[in-house]
């Protein structure tokens, strides 16, 4: 089944709800913001090319460094296509949503979005799965990581944006597993959009998150649900990052990598009630 065109009502990007806010509104600001977190990234090259990388979205403030420890790995890189998958916090109704306009606008220009691929993971779901429509979203956690990936690709790339309000294993795995088809034998890179712990004081998120970074380092895409169900470990979106893994499993990938991890206590000071923030790559190995 091929996705529905977008309307003509919405044939304009999607304008960014959370420009001036979440990051900086004026592209130099944002531009210059961006570098910034990429320069103080420290974190080594893992071994092997980089299928998907996992990052935080929180406000480029709190969550930045992080976030910059895995894209940095792609100053330079020329990807056609990036697919990125996030939860959805809005209650829109559907399982898997993605965008109604053709484009979403950041400070530092549009990103296009690839109809005929959406189209094409769409067609590889089993029966009962689909992709919903959603206008003038609100959503942050998948437009926060576009910036970084304006700035540190060599070329303009086309997106496939992904969120998931269902965070069940059967869901994940079967978007993980139609993503995979659809982009095997392109130019493309994955990332899960997601944080980790919520509001819990900092020595209880570092033990929480603790365990939830050892499952995705595992790279046991089941495992990072099972956490929550365990009360192990949290991740508000873990079915993306599970998403994500299967993917890059399905895709070659046979190694994570974790680059860093922080909480918001590690900026504000406040250690009382943090949310934490991890990144990785998934990486290709040869004769791993």
């Not at 990125?84 to 296009?112: C, D, F, N, W």
């Not at 819990?200 to 970074?213: E, H, I, K, N, S």
């Not at 192990?232 to 499993?249: E, Y």
Request: glycine share 8%; proline share 8%; hydrophobic share 45%.
């Amino acid at each position: 089944m091929n996705l529905p065109m977008p309307d003509p009502g919405m044939i304009h990007p999607r304008p960014s709800p959370i420009a001036g806010t979440w990051y900086p509104a004026s592209p130099e600001a944002l531009a210059r913001s961006v570098d910034a977190h990429l320069s103080r990234a420290t974190a080594d090259r893992p071994p092997g090319e980089v299928v998907a990388l996992v990052v935080p979205h929180a406000g480029h403030r709190y969550s930045g460094d992080v976030a910059a420890r895995a894209f940095h790995l792609l100053q330079g890189a020329a990807v056609d296509t990036v697919a990125i998958v996030s939860p959805m916090h809005q209650p829109y109704p559907g399982r898997i949503l993605t965008t109604a306009h053709p484009a979403y606008e950041t400070p530092l220009g549009r990103v296009e979005v690839d109809i005929e691929l959406l189209s094409a993971v769409e067609a590889n779901l089993p029966g009962g799965l689909r992709i919903e429509r959603v206008a003038n979203d609100a959503e942050h956690s998948l437009e926060i990581e576009l910036p970084f990936l304006q700035r540190v690709l060599a070329a303009p790339f086309r997106l496939v944006p992904l969120m998931l309000r269902d965070q069940s294993p059967g869901t994940a795995e079967a978007l993980g597993r139609a993503l995979a088809h659809a982009l095997r034998g392109r130019s493309s890179l994955l990332v899960a959009s997601s944080d980790l712990s919520h509001f819990y004081p900092d020595a209880v998120a570092r033990q929480l998150d603790a365990f939830l970074l050892s499952r995705l380092e595992a790279f046991d895409a089941r495992g990072v649900i099972e956490a929550e169900e365990q009360g192990k470990g949290f991740a508000c979106g873990r079915a993306a990052i599970a998403a994500v893994l299967w993917a890059a499993q399905d895709l070659g990938a046979s190694r994570v990598h974790l680059l860093g991890y922080a909480n918001s206590g590690d900026v504000t000071g406040d250690t009382s009630s943090v949310v934490g923030y991890g990144a990785a790559a998934a990486v290709r190995v040869q004769n791993a």
